[in-house]
């Protein structure tokens, strides 16, 4: 039997809203949900997203109701909180990555807030990679999608090691130099790079993408693929297609039909140039009208013959930056159909609304040509619905050079969104067309579009993502070799600002059967001491305050312990507390004193912020049998308190979500830090690793998979390193 595919998206196939006390269910707009109806209909797969209500506007009565509903559609909701959707979507999403991903400025107000944003993007995906984890089993497939779940690929890998997991991207990627300007950048490629298969709408963005992770020496770069230390992703283009044969059969509907009369009633005697897209600033709506502007200016002859009608559709009306874009986009529209206009003609026909497929599709029949011209577009579906519904008639396509349909469009008139003149000139071109000409060119399209539909599209990627893995070679693991010591020596004694984090158990010390008898040695006391008078040198561990603090406590270092719950900046006294709330404890304390008591040489060690379950003394079968175990009783209890349950080097720690070295680690960093090298031994790592910029030298001691560029044998390497570096 086949595994199962999953699907995880920002939003679900099928939509509720609440109204007037009454929940109701629909169908999402949107092409994904069209290429994947034949996966999301099969019982063995689940189709994971947000069904488009907030958590606090239902119930938990209604919730359970929605979830009910859901699943007649195999959909499985993710709820989120108005906050949530505010600062994640709103805020990071599409504030932060959708602008600078289309190559378009940052407003002010998303930088300022960009710190809180990009924590509520951490925890949802987060949210989304817990409901896939409960919600499937080893060796199901996994396909994510789009910018809104870029870090979910890696998260699921740290779980699911083995199962197959694809990730697509449904906007442009943009050129390495820009993504830089990003700085989480070195975390969301991390993200991305858990999946097996990553793939675009087209090579370019395949090429971006494969220079961004260079920029930051991510693995070992070759021909769409990207080697890392335990495994190969394959990174490759899929060009998204629509439903073809849907939206010919279109064109022979009554109901089309009935529309497309009164389209032609409408505009009788004009010719039309219509624009259809979301009204964003990446679109190019401003510039279309202005544009347009332009032709009126330099064409006199046709005022009165042509008209443009214009269809915005609402888009994120919540956005400060997408309600000027209205205001200006109206005060154009405006200033065009006041100069030019008269009592029997109006210029621009501008509708500020969604429109009903069969309306659309009889307005794409009617239309003489499309006027697609956007900024920057990850590939722009409706450019191929016009031409899919030019049948029995004569519509050209403008088509922006930065369209990822332009990469296969190649008989539309491609034109420079950025210069006006060939816009205005494209315009001109498409209207005197010659018949046979235009006749020649859309059937050219329309070949290409017939065999390239989004069920193609979605086949070929499972079928690849089926076979990812299976041809998987050896990759080179960068071990601490003498070479890479001096370069990082080398490196250290070059910078004027160096940051170092390292781990205590297992990195500076080596692990013991009692944790109590790990104190520093003399030695290591004044190894650090000399460190630390030449970088900022932090200590980042599991350890108690205690433990920190009366063994390395005179040093003139920076202290965190519990693993972020608190810290102690150098020169101080005082520990900063992370606030959380414990009282999650006494809950989770039961089932981990239960299994320490069925394990012999097991134990509990109680800290302020967790509680760690010790297994190192234990033998081996009743360990492996009752960990197991322990896990699973402590799922549930880890949902209700929102708990990290995290196994470390023969420990499994339980605390709060968001207590992690990465989150410690992020609020010390200094970004104008010339050198930064950090040292670490377990997953609880791991979280440091994937948060540091790619440019730093990032060390796991001892074997398994790791995010870290380099691999220790043991803490005798490492104290070899630190006495080089001084």
């Known amino acids: 039997m086949n595994p199962s595919l999953i699907i995880v998206s920002n939003r679900l196939p099928v939509s509720v809203k609440k109204t007037d006390g009454v929940l109701e269910f629909f169908p999402s707009i949107g092409g994904l949900a069209t290429g994947l109806s034949s996966y999301a209909t099969d019982k063995r797969n689940k189709w994971i997203g947000w069904p488009g209500i907030a958590s606090e506007d239902v119930t938990e009565k209604e919730k359970q109701l929605i979830a009910t509903e859901l699943l007649k559609y195999n959909c499985y909701p993710v709820f989120l909180t108005h906050k949530q959707l505010e600062d994640f979507y ?28 990009w924590k509520a993007y951490r925890k949802v995906n987060a949210a989304f990679a817990d409901a896939v984890l409960a919600l499937s089993t080893k060796g199901n497939r996994i396909w994510v999608h789009d910018y809104q779940l870029l870090l979910l690929p890696a998260l699921l890998r740290q779980e699911r090691p083995n199962d197959k997991i694809g990730f697509f991207l449904h906007i442009p990627f943009p050129a390495a130099e820009v993504f830089s300007e990003l700085a989480e950048g070195p975390a969301l490629l991390a993200g991305m790079l858990g999946a097996d298969l990553v793939c675009f709408h087209t090579n370019g963005y395949v090429n971006n993408f494969l220079g961004a992770c260079q920029h930051y020496d991510i693995g070992i770069i070759g021909k769409k693929e990207i080697a890392l230390q335990q495994r190969v992703v394959r990174v ?23 529309e497309l009369a009164k389209w032609k009633r409408k505009y ?83 509708m500020y609304r969604s429109m009903p497929f069969e309306q659309l599709a009889a307005l794409y029949q009617r239309a003489d040509v499309a006027f697609i011209v956007p900024l920057r577009d990850g590939m722009n579906l409706v450019a191929k619905e016009f031409l899919a519904v030019q049948q029995n008639t004569s519509g050209i396509l403008v088509l922006s050079k930065t369209a990822g349909a332009a990469e296969e469009l190649k008989d539309a008139i491609v034109v420079d969104p950025t210069r006006r003149s060939t816009l205005v000139r494209g315009l001109g071109k498409a209207l005197a067309m010659p018949e046979q000409e235009l006749k020649d060119r859309v059937s050219n399209m329309q070949d290409l579009l017939s065999t390239s539909t989004i069920h193609v599209w979605a086949g070929t990627f499972v079928k690849s993502l089926k076979k990812s893995g299976q041809e998987l070679r050896t990759v080179r693991v960068r071990t601490l070799s003498p070479v890479h010591q001096r370069a990082i020596t080398a490196s250290f004694r070059a910078a004027d600002t160096r940051m170092i984090f390292l781990d205590y158990d297992g990195v500076l010390v080596p692990f013991s059967d009692n944790p109590a008898k790990c104190k520093p040695s003399k030695e290591l006391l004044t190894q650090l001491k000399k460190l630390a008078s030449l970088a900022n040198l932090t200590i980042v561990s599991g350890r108690s305050k205690a433990d920190l603090t009366e063994w390395l406590g005179d040093l003139p270092v920076t202290l965190i312990a519990e693993h972020g719950a608190f810290v102690r900046t150098a020169g101080k006294k005082r520990w900063q507390t992370t606030p959380t709330n414990l009282g999650w404890k006494q809950h989770a304390l039961r089932p981990l004193e239960k299994y320490a008591a069925l394990t012999p040489g097991a134990f509990v060690e109680e800290k302020e912020s967790a509680l760690v379950w010790h297994y190192r003394k234990a033998k081996t079968y009743y360990a492996q049998k009752y960990l197991v175990a322990l896990k699973r009783a402590l799922k549930p209890i880890a949902k209700t308190y929102n708990l990290s349950v995290q196994q470390g080097n023969m420990i499994l720690e339980v605390r709060p979500k968001g207590i992690d070295k990465g989150n410690a680690v992020l609020n010390l960093l200094n970004s104008n830090s010339e050198f930064i090298l950090a040292i670490g031994d377990d997953a609880t790592d791991e979280d440091m690793f994937a948060t540091l910029p790619a440019s730093a030298y990032t060390i796991k001691v001892g074997r398994g ?22």
């Open 705 to 726: 998979r790791t995010l870290a560029r380099y691999r220790a044998k043991n803490t005798n390497e490492v104290l070899a390193l630190i006495k080089k570096l001084h």
């Open 236 to 258: 490759t283009d899929f060009p998204m297609g629509i439903d073809y044969d849907r939206w010919v059969r279109a064109t022979k509907s009554r109901a089309v039909k009935a």
């Open 90 to 117: 709103n805020g990071y999403s599409n504030s932060i990555l959708w602008p600078l991903f289309h190559h378009t400025p940052i407003a002010s107000t998303a930088h300022k807030q960009q710190a809180a944003y």
């Open 268 to 350: 009788r005697g004009q010719k039309v140039i219509l624009t259809v897209d979301r009204l964003d600033p990446t679109k190019g709506l401003v510039e279309r009208a202005a544009a347009y502007k332009e032709f009126l200016v330099q064409n006199p002859q046709l005022r009165g013959k042509v008209v443009m009608s214009m269809l915005a559709v609402p888009s994120r009306t919540d956005i400060d930056e997408y309600k000027r874009l209205r205001n200006r986009l109206e005060t154009l529209i405006e200033d065009v159909n006041a100069t030019f206009g008269n009592a029997y003609w109006k210029p621009i026909d501008y």
